[in-house]
T-cell receptor, first 116, second 111 residues
């Protein structure tokens, strides 16, 4: 149980386009979903926290107008990278915690974004 | 100062040997601690939670020292499959279950 999926697993796009990444909890309801970014040889950096039905909370330095997060249901959150540029190329990972659960977050397999 | 600091390694370990490494955290209000394992180009996977009294899971032993604000991970009888990056993760629950990741310690187990 506690499986999180992400789609797509990888994407290559041209500079200036927008890319949407989906994060789904497949067998549980997630009160909160988290979006992370990981650059090569670096650790995961939390970008934002999203709660179902409310606006996401962004970490300092993360542009909310560039990284649009929608958490429309207890099983789906989306991250849209708007007007992507090469410096946005990264590994984007989502995680979810179980509604009413204790601490543990379950991670999706990640989406590797390459912007040309 | 980073919130969670780790020696990046790599730790080159002969197969069958024991390896141990630490992680320090800066926020004394941190409440939950974990070790995650991340393989190259994959998502992190929970290895074990770290409890105040220390805990063991097979060949893996984790310790927490709140006074000195560090946690440790020890791997006994290393296997080739233990080669990975080990991420120290701290949860400041007052901040809404946010996880803060260390930079990771790379372990390479060699035959």
């Amino acid at each position: 149980g506690a499986v999180v999926s992400q789609h797509p697993s990888w994407v290559i796009c041209k500079s200036g386009t927008s890319v949407k990444i989906e994060c789904r909890s497949l067998d549980f309801q997630a009160t909160t979903m988290f979006w992370y970014r990981q650059f090569p040889k670096q650790s995961l950096m939390l970008m934002a926290t999203s709660n179902e039905g409310s606006k996401a909370t962004y970490e300092q330095g993360v542009e909310k107008d560039k990284f649009l997060i929608n958490h429309a249901s207890l099983t789906l959150s989306t991250l849209t990278v708007t007007s992507a540029h090469p410096e946005d190329s990264s590994f984007y990972i989502c995680s979810a915690d179980i509604a009413g659960g204790v601490n543990e977050q379950f991670f999706g397999p990640g989406t590797r974004l390459t912007v040309l | 100062r980073k919130e969670v600091e780790q020696d990046p390694g790599p730790f080159n370990v002969p197969e069958g040997a024991t390896v141990a490494f630490n992680c320090t955290y800066s926020n004394s209000a941190s409440q939950s601690f974990f070790w995650y394992r991340q393989d190259c180009r994959k998502e992190p996977k929970l290895l074990m939670s770290v409890y105040s009294s220390g805990n063991e899971d097979g060949r893996f032993t984790a310790q927490l020292n709140r006074a000195s604000q560090y946690i440790s991970l020890l791997i006994r009888d290393s296997k080739l499959s233990d080669s990975a990056t080990y991420l120290c993760v701290v949860n400041l629950r007052a901040a809404g279950n946010k996880l803060t990741f260390g930079g990771g310690t790379r372990v390479l187990v060699k035959p």
